[in-house]
C-alpha cells in the first residue's frame, strides 16, 4: 500500500460555547468530522483511512461517518501521542509506504495540500504544510508588550503532517516522554528531516466558537443562493377538515387529491424543486402510482430535500402563501409555521407562512377549492457559467 491516512479526533476537550467536541460540532449542516473525512475519500491518492476516536464518542463518530464506508475507528489513547500511535499501530499490517496524520477539526483541507505532502515524501522522510507568519509577533505579560520577536524564519504549522510510515512508527514507539506537540516535533527528535511544503490560509483549525463561525462564513461565500417558486391548488370535496402546512385544520370540507392533498407542502415542495433544477412534485410521485394514495405530505418534502442535499445544496429559507376565504388560516398560522420549519429543519425565523383571501373573487372567491405559493432558498455550490 502505497498512502494510508490517519485521522485523529479523540480529542475531548469542550472549549466555551461548545456543546459538543468540536469535531462533532455541525458546520453548514454536516459534522466538522464528516467533512474532514470526505477530503481524503475525495483524493484518489489515498488508499486507506483510520480514524482515532475517544471511545466515549463511538455513537457521536457513527453518526457522522454513517454511510462513508470507513473501517471501524480505533479507539485513542490518554493522549494526543498515544492516540496517533494507535493509529499507526492499525496500519501495521497493511504496511503502507507513506502516512498522513490529521487533525480531524480541520475541514477545510484541500486535495493540493495533500498532494503537496505526499510529493515531498518522495524526497524527505517528513513534510508538513505550514505557513510563514506574516503578523508582527510581541512577547507580552499581564496586560504589557515585553518587545518584539523576530519573525524571520517562523512559520505555522498545519496538518496534514506527512511522514514515511516505518520511521515515524518507530520514532512513536520509542517516544517516552509522552507529549510532543506534534508529530513533526516528535520525527525532528528522532533526526528525521521535516521538508516544508505551502500551507493553505483557509486550512483552519476548528478549536472554538469563533472558528466555527469563519468556517460557515468561509462555506457561505462559494455558495450561491438558488431561489424556487411553486403553486399548488386544490378543490374542495366531503370531508371534516384540510391539512395545510402539515397541520390539521377543521372545516366543513376536505380537499380532494391523491394524496393528504397540502396544497401548501405541494407548493413548497415544488418551490425546493425548482431551485435546485430538478422538476416538480407530479415527476417525482405521479398522482397514477398507488404508493402515493393518502400519503402525508410531508413525505414529499422530505423528499425534495434529500435532493437538495444530494445536489450539495441546503434550504435556508420557504415562504408560503396560502389563499382561500375559508377556513380561516389565522388561528393556525403560529403553528403552520412551526410544523413547516421542523420539517424543513430551519428555525422559525427563516420560516413564512401568509394568508390572504382573493375578495371573494375567483375560484376561491367562490369557495370551490384553495391555493398556494411558496419560494424556498437552497444555498448551492457555486458551478460558474
Ligand atoms: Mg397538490
Avoid at 513534510?127 to 507568519?133: E, G, S
Avoid at 370540507?253 to 394524496?259: A, D, E
Avoid at 403560529?334 to 424543513?344: E, F, G
Wanted: charged share 20%; proline share 7%; aromatic share 4%.
Amino acid at each position: 500500500m502505497e498512502n494510508a491516512a490517519v485521522i485523529v479526533a479523540a480529542g475531548r476537550g469542550l472549549r466555551a460555547g461548545l456543546a459538543l467536541p468540536k469535531q462533532y460540532a455541525t458546520l453548514a449542516g454536516e459534522p466538522v468530522l464528516r467533512r474532514t473525512l470526505r477530503a481524503f475519500l475525495d483524493t484518489p491518492e489515498i488508499d486507506a483511512i483510520r480514524v482515532v476516536i475517544h471511545p466515549d464518542d463511538r455513537a457521536l463518530y457513527d453518526a457522522a461517518a454513517a454511510g462513508l464506508g470507513l473501517p471501524d475507528p480505533v479507539p485513542g489513547g490518554a493522549t494526543r501521542a498515544e492516540s496517533v500511535r494507535h493509529g499507526l499501530e492499525s496500519l501495521v499490517a497493511a504496511g503502507p509506504r507513506n502516512v498522513l496524520i490529521h487533525d480531524g477539526a480541520r475541514p477545510f483541507v484541500d486535495p493540493a495540500t495533500i498532494r503537496a505532502v505526499l510529493a515531498a515524501l518522495a524526497h524527505a522522510p517528513a513534510a508538513i504544510p505550514a505557513l510563514p507568519v506574516t503578523d508582527t509577533l510581541r512577547r507580552g505579560r499581564d496586560g504589557l508588550s515585553l518587545g518584539a520577536v523576530a519573525r524571520d524564519g517562523l512559520y505555522r504549522a498545519q496538518t496534514p503532517q506527512g511522514f514515511h510510515f516505518d520511521a515515524i512508527l518507530a520514532a512513536h514507539r520509542a517516544a517516552t516522554d509522552g507529549e510532543a506537540t506534534d508529530d513533526a516535533a516528535l520525527a525532528e527528535a528522532a533526526g528525521l528531516a521535516v521538508a516544508l511544503v505551502p500551507g493553505a490560509e483557509d486550512n483552519l483549525k476548528i478549536t472554538n466558537p469563533d472558528d466555527l463561525a469563519r468556517a460557515e462564513r468561509l462555506l457561505a461565500a462559494a455558495r450561491l443562493p438558488c431561489v424556487g417558486h411553486g403553486f399548488d391548488v386544490h378543490r374542495f370535496g366531503p370531508g371534516d377538515h384540510v391539512m395545510l402546512c402539515g397541520v390539521r385544520v377543521p372545516h366543513s370540507h376536505g380537499l380532494i387529491g391523491h394524496s393528504d392533498a397540502d396544497a401548501g407542502l405541494h407548493a413548497v415542495t415544488d418551490a425546493v424543486l425548482g431551485a435546485i433544477g430538478a422538476g416538480d412534485i407530479g415527476e417525482h410521485f405521479p398522482p397514477s402510482d398507488p404508493r402515493w394514495r393518502g400519503a402525508p405530505s410531508e413525505t414529499f418534502l422530505a423528499h425534495a430535500l434529500s435532493l437538495a442535499a444530494e445536489a450539495g445544496g441546503r434550504c435556508v429559507h420557504a415562504d408560503v402563501t396560502l389563499i382561500c376565504e375559508r377556513p380561516k388560516i389565522g388561528p393556525h398560522k403560529a403553528a403552520m409555521r412551526a410544523r413547516l420549519a421542523a420539517i424543513l429543519g430551519l428555525p422559525e425565523a427563516r420560516v413564512g407562512v401568509k394568508a390572504t383571501t382573493t375578495e371573494g373573487l375567483g375560484f376561491t372567491g367562490r369557495g370551490e377549492g384553495l391555493a398556494a405559493q411558496a419560494t424556498a432558498t437552497v444555498l448551492l455550490p457555486d458551478l460558474g457559467r
